[in-house]
């Protein structure tokens, strides 16, 4: 199994990005996607989740910290989840794991987001 995270990289503060997380091995559709991360010398923390069922539509949820800047979204179809990152700030540069999540769990390798100017 392997989760494969990309789309981080250098931004400015007040701009955006978009992390995909891409995962092998395992039916996408049947796992619950979730995005943490870590910044330097701090514990990892949850940022947004996202249901693996629709009734009717997903479940999401969010960190105060992000809430109304990111959103979480997926496609089952091309087995991605995304992240969406807007009005990006200092305090979001950290490096973000993918999380996917049923009975077992499985952790991407992280990709790094630098919110600098």
């Known amino acids: 199994v392997q989760l494969v995270e990309s789309g981080g990289g250098l931004v400015q503060p007040g701009g955006s990005l978009r992390l995909s997380c891409t995962p092998s091995g395992i039916a996408f559709e049947g796992y619950a996607i979730a995005w943490f991360r870590q910044a330097p010398g701090k514990e990892r923390e949850a940022v947004s989740c996202i249901s693996r069922l629709r009734s009717p539509t997903y479940y999401v949820d969010y960190a105060d910290s992000v809430k109304g800047r990111f959103t979480i979204s997926r496609d089952n179809a091309e087995n991605t989840a995304y992240l969406q990152m807007n009005s990006l700030k200092p305090d979001d540069t950290a490096v973000y794991y993918c999380?996917?999540?049923?009975?077992?769990?499985?952790w991407g390798q992280g990709t790094q987001v630098t919110v600098s100017s």
């Open positions: 999380n996917a999540r049923r009975l077992n769990e499985y």
